[in-house]
């Protein structure tokens, strides 16, 4: 670690280790996890059944409120696409999970191509007819007018290189649409290193909006609006809370949640945000 980055906050990783990771703070307002896992050490903090978006799990009442609200979020994410591109087009999802975001896509004539790299979810994404490829690398250049990451850039081993790669897949007047959290964000600053999506060491970067901003000026894109998930703040603060406490505190999780969102609505800092960049 670079000895100028300094040390944000110290966390512990809540769902498989229990291992404590540093946050270091870079200049333009990067958080980096430090250590970062590398290769199968890394993919070894991805197996397990609470890691949900690698499953279709419907075994408690959470994961069935997670799996409800993910329905109304994926037509969400659909309008959103579609009002950025409306003649449709090539839709590439990297990160694609259990392929759902692609099959509503598909279902309303985008064509998609899909990356994922964990083996399981793509099996998942297999069953309903989604085939997902594991990486980007034989993909033809600026083959996507609309590229989407649904938090999958805070997983990303190499953050420069996928930068570049998005940059060699879009297509010139294409759209690039990431969400991440956002650490800056009320629930953020409340749970601190109990903070839910921090998740270390799965998120190897942490952004603020400065942060995004700016990575993505060198690439030469050009932010061109910024929007809220708010369903985010309400889950991650119940997994916060879980973490804290040990138990679903689901009415004092919904108040946190609430609180964020409505201090989102005056500071922005929601937490997590949408950000849509085009090639400039």
Same mark, same amino acid.
Not at 185 to 213: G, I
């Given at each position: ?11 512990? %990783? ?13 200049? %333009? ?19 397990? @059944?609470?890691?949900? &978006? ?6 408690? /009442? ?11 979020? /994926?037509?969400?994410? /659909? ?7 409306? =003649?449709?087009?090539?839709?590439? @999802? ?5 392929? %759902? ?19 399981? *979810?793509? =099996? ?16 033809? &250049? ?21 930068? &570049? ?21 009320? %629930? *953020? ?7 839910? *999506?921090? @998740? ?36 991650? =603060? /119940? ?13 004092? *999780? ?27």
């Amino acid at each position: 670690m670079d000895s100028n980055h300094k040390l944000f906050i110290t966390v512990k %990783d809540h769902s498989v280790s229990k291992r404590d990771f540093r946050l270091y703070q870079t200049d %333009d307002g990067l958080l980096v996890t430090n250590p970062q896992p590398q290769g199968q050490e890394l993919a070894a903090y991805y197996e397990s @059944d609470d890691y949900i &978006s690698h499953t279709d799990g419907k075994r408690s /009442l959470f994961e069935r409120i997670y799996q409800s609200v993910k329905k109304i979020a /994926l037509q969400n994410k /659909l309008r959103l696409i579609t009002k950025l591109h409306s =003649s449709k087009g090539v839709l590439l @999802d990297i990160g694609a999970g259990t392929g %759902d975001f692609l099959k509503v896509a598909k279902d309303n004539e985008w064509e998609i191509i899909g990356v994922e790299p964990n083996t399981k *979810a793509r =099996s998942f994404a297999n069953q309903k007819g989604i085939i997902l490829q594991n990486d980007t690398a034989t993909l033809e &250049s600026h083959c996507a007018d609309v590229i989407t990451m649904w938090h999958v850039l805070e997983h990303v081993p190499d953050l420069q290189l996928q930068l &570049s790669e998005l940059k060699r897949l879009l297509k010139p007047e294409g759209t690039i649409v990431i969400a991440v959290p956002n650490y800056k964000s009320f %629930d *953020a600053e409340y749970y601190q290193n109990y903070w839910a *999506a921090y @998740d270390v060491p799965r998120h190897l970067w942490h952004f603020s909006k400065t942060a995004m901003r700016t990575i993505f000026e060198r690439e030469n894109f050009q932010l061109v609006q910024t929007l809220p998930m708010l369903f985010d703040a309400y889950y991650v =603060s /119940l997994l916060s809370e879980k973490y804290k406490t040990g138990k679903m505190n689901f009415i004092k *999780a919904f108040l946190i949640g609430l609180k964020s969102n409505l201090k989102g609505r005056r500071t922005g800092e929601y937490s997590s945000l949408i950000y849509i960049f085009k090639n400039q």
